[in-house]
Nanobody, 115 residues
């Protein structure tokens, strides 16, 4: 069983920064896809930033230039550095991992951008 544990969410003012962490129970290289999705109230869950095959990165257009996904291979951890945060970034952020044909989700961490 794969476990993904997120941390780092919270309340931040517009223009501020946060860093989210996702600790995986296995090597980051074992995932076909590993990264971040988010779901705002009343909206569908959407891709934010992911690694594909541990090398290729994909970002949502809405976060390009503001968010950066990175990883620490030794710690089996993926990070999401979020800068220049906007109120519309408010959502529950989920870590998603795909191993073979099986998808795993973390429990989610709330990010609220508000003054």
């Amino acid at each position: 069983q794969v476990q993904l544990v997120e941390s780092g969410g919270g309340l931040v003012q517009p223009g501020g920064s946060l860093r989210l962490s996702c600790a995986a129970s296995r090597s980051v290289f074992s995932f076909n896809v590993l990264g971040w999705y988010r779901q705002a109230p009343g909206k569908e869950r959407e891709l934010v930033a992911v690694f594909r095959s541990a090398i290729i990165t994909n970002y949502a257009d809405s976060v390009k230039g503001r968010f950066t996904i990175s990883r620490d291979n030794a710690r089996n951890t993926v990070y999401l550095q979020m800068n220049s945060l906007k109120p519309e970034d408010t959502a529950v952020y989920y870590c998603k991992g795909v191993v073979g044909t099986t998808t795993y989700w973390g429990q989610g961490t709330q990010v609220t951008v508000s003054s």
